[in-house]
């Protein structure tokens, strides 16, 4: 099984911050990797898929990058909405994995 | 506009069976290039995919390794439904669990059900 390990655990930031979370693969899943949002009480949101490609409706602060094993979700200036848990999330081989999870915190 | 939403207990007692369903609208579940799979969340704690099923004529399955044994899931494509039963539940399988549409990443999600393991 293919490993997700997320980089910080807990980001603490304030508003108008650029915000980098990564995310490993234990082995290579090409670009199928994706980020979600998730707030407390709800499901999670889809930001963006296959490593950089950002889901319509989804403020353009929030960019991804990388491929192979390492990966990067940035939001460029933080908001108040922004404040949430981000998920990694891998696919390959018929087999899905997310990351621990990243906690992005008022500083 | 695709919607799921999750129905069953919210309360099962350690030993039994955990049972859930899924019911789509807005979207023909036999439509193909799509899966239908759970994902469930510890409180407090991380996404975990369970698995999912795969139906364009024929029916695919796929589990994740650590709850294969425990896990089947279903389809019933006349009430655009699909359903998880997970078996011999204890405490750790306390969790909200989530249905979604997904190819290589999840695109729509139920709003999740808590389904809690206590006698």
């Known amino acids: 099984d293919i490993q997700m390990t997320q980089s910080p655990s807990t980001l603490s930031a304030s508003v108008g911050d650029r915000v980098t979370i990564t995310c490993r693969a234990s082995q290579t899943v090409s670009s199928w990797l994706a980020w979600y949002q998730q707030k407390p009480g709800k499901a999670p949101k889809l930001l963006i898929s296959?490593?950089?490609s950002l889901e319509s409706g989804v403020p353009s602060r929030f960019s991804g990058s990388g491929s192979g094993t390492e990966f990067t979700l940035t939001i460029s200036s933080l908001q108040p909405d922004d404040f949430a848990t981000y998920y990694c999330q891998q696919y390959n081989s018929y087999s899905w994995t997310f990351g621990q999870g990243t906690k992005v915190e008022i500083k | 506009q695709l919607q799921l939403q999750e129905s069953g207990p919210g309360l099962v007692k350690p030993s039994e069976t955990l049972s859930l369903t899924c019911t789509v609208s807005g979207g023909s579940i036999s439509s193909s290039s799509y899966y239908w799979g759970w994902i469930r969340q510890p409180p407090g704690k991380g996404l975990d995919w369970i698995g999912n099923v795969y139906y364009s004529g024929s029916t695919y399955y796929y589990y994740n390794p650590s709850l294969k044994s425990r896990v089947t899931i279903s389809v019933d494509t006349s009430k655009n439904q699909f359903s998880l039963k997970l078996s011999s539940v204890t405490a750790a399988d306390t969790a909200v669990y989530y249905c979604?549409?997904?190819?290589?990443?999840?695109?729509?999600w139920g709003q999740g059900t808590l389904v809690t393991v206590s006698s």
């Open positions: 979604a549409r997904h190819v290589a990443h999840f695109d729509y």
């Open positions: 296959k490593a950089s």
